[in-house]
């Protein structure tokens, strides 16, 4: 043995000893969100709707509500237009007319800008399901879509 070995060896023994170090497992996670919102503006109302168009501007008709079934196409509504009561009158990019009501009273006046929805995983606005938001910050579920079309008068 060397001589600095012999030397060092009796200190060697009084170093204080440290416990092995836990072994540390590093964990981490990623969570990614997406969140879609779609805005509808107001519809200048120009264009003649195709629910309509093959009404006769010489006889008199009349304009009626029919139920639509089921739900419509986020991406179809071209445009929003606020009416009185509880309704909003959505313009469609097939050129049709929609009513929209709410579930409950709901001020129509705050969506004279427009409205938010949230898109959901299948891109459609569904009654008892979807609900809109105003620019303003009302919150109102929708309640019952409607088709609007012209039959004759009686």
């Known amino acids: 043995m060397s001589i600095l070995a012999l030397l060092l060896a009796p200190t060697l ?7 092995a170090a836990p072994e540390v497992r590093a964990s981490q996670q990623v969570r990614i969100e997406q969140r879609v919102i779609i805005r509808i ?13 093959g009404a006769n501007p010489s006889v008199p ?3 009626v509500e029919r139920p639509l079934q089921g739900c ?3 991406g179809a509504i071209a445009g ?4 009185r009561g509880d309704r909003l009158r959505l313009y469609m990019r097939n050129r049709q007319l929609l009513t929209l009501r709410f579930d409950k009273s709901c001020q129509t006046e705050a969506f004279y ?4 929805v949230e898109q959901n995983g299948d891109g459609m606005l569904c009654p008892a ?5 105003s620019r303003s910050g009302v919150r109102c579920s929708v ?4 088709r609007l079309v012209a039959e004759p008068a009686p």
């Open 80 to 83: 929003v237009a606020a009416e």
């Open 41 to 53: 503006g107001p519809s200048s109302g120009t264009a003649r709707p195709a629910s309509l168009a």
């Open 61 to 63: 008709f009349r304009i």
């Open 129 to 133: 399901r979807d609900v809109l938001h």
């Open 113 to 116: 800008s427009g409205f938010y």
């Open 13 to 19: 023994l009084f170093l204080p000893t440290y416990p």
């Open 72 to 74: 419509i196409p986020v």
């Open 143 to 146: 309640g019952r879509i409607n």
